[in-house]
Antibody, heavy 119, light 107 residues
Framework: QVQLVQSGAEVKKPGSSVKVSCKTS????????INWVRQAPGQGLEWLGG????????NYAQNFQGRVTITADKSTSTAYMELSSLRLEDTAVYYC????????????WGQGTRVTVSS | DIQMTQSPSTLSASVGARVTITCRAS??????VAWYQQKPGKAPNLLIF???SLESGVPSRFSGSGSGTEFTLTISSLQPDDFATYYC?????????FGQGTKVEIK
């Protein structure tokens, strides 16, 4: 049973950065992509990017290119998502989600991390 | 980017009803569609992948169909636990994109 446990809620100022962690257990960490998906209050789901830890190269959605950095630490089976130059509209719940084995199918999810950007 | 458009946005139905949600893609995506269920305050849960394959552990009252640009999620007999928001998602070409969601409410 794969489990993903994310770090706790964050409150940030506009212009600052936030780094969210996602620790996985119960499966093979390196072989499956870890993705990051966010959900603004009352809104739908938006994919930010993902990484396959074995290859250590991340893939980002164009909308977040240059502002998001996704990394993975194989020694601790933990993935990270850092979002910089935060804006009020980045207020959202950020989820990590692991691929099923097919890229883009999100079979296991973290519990979500609420990031609030407020001046 | 491939746009995914769901209809309806909200659906009111009674327990035991047959429910169908439609998702249209802006370009052909073969069968590379997944469906998720999300309850308030919770992470989404994978129901269907590759348009019609049921994820392990998901009740058989859920089914999916379609290919190309038009897809459907059907709940054959709505149960109290099924009142939630449902999202389609394409994984044919990145960025992976989601529909805007369909909220299934109690009638």
């Amino acid at each position: 049973q794969v489990q993903l446990v994310q770090s706790g809620a964050e409150v940030k100022k506009p212009g600052s950065s936030v780094k969210v962690s996602c620790k996985t257990s119960g499966g093979t960490f390196s072989s499956y992509a870890i993705n990051w998906v966010r959900q603004a209050p009352g809104q739908g789901l938006e994919w930010l990017g993902g990484i396959i830890p074995m290859f250590a190269t991340a893939n980002y959605a164009q909308n977040f290119q240059g502002r998001v950095t996704i990394t993975a630490d194989k020694s601790t089976s933990t993935a990270y998502m850092e979002l910089s130059s935060l804006r009020l509209e980045d207020t959202a719940v950020y989820y990590c989600a692991r691929d099923q084995g097919v890229q883009g199918v999100f079979a296991s999810w973290g519990q979500g991390t609420r990031v609030t950007v407020s001046s | 980017d491939i746009q995914m458009t769901q209809s309806p946005s909200t659906l009111s139905a009674s327990v035991g009803a047959r429910v169908t949600i439609t998702c249209r893609a802006s370009h052909s995506i073969s069968s590379w569609v997944a469906w998720y269920q999300q309850k308030p305050g919770k992470a989404p849960n994978l129901l269907i992948f590759k348009a019609s394959s049921l994820e392990s552990g998901v009740p058989s009252r859920f089914s999916g169909s379609g290919s190309g640009t038009e897809f459907t999620l059907t709940i054959s007999s709505l149960q109290p636990d099924d009142f939630a928001t449902y999202y389609c998602q394409q994984y044919n070409i990145d960025p992976w994109t989601f529909g805007q969601g369909t909220k299934v409410e109690i009638k």
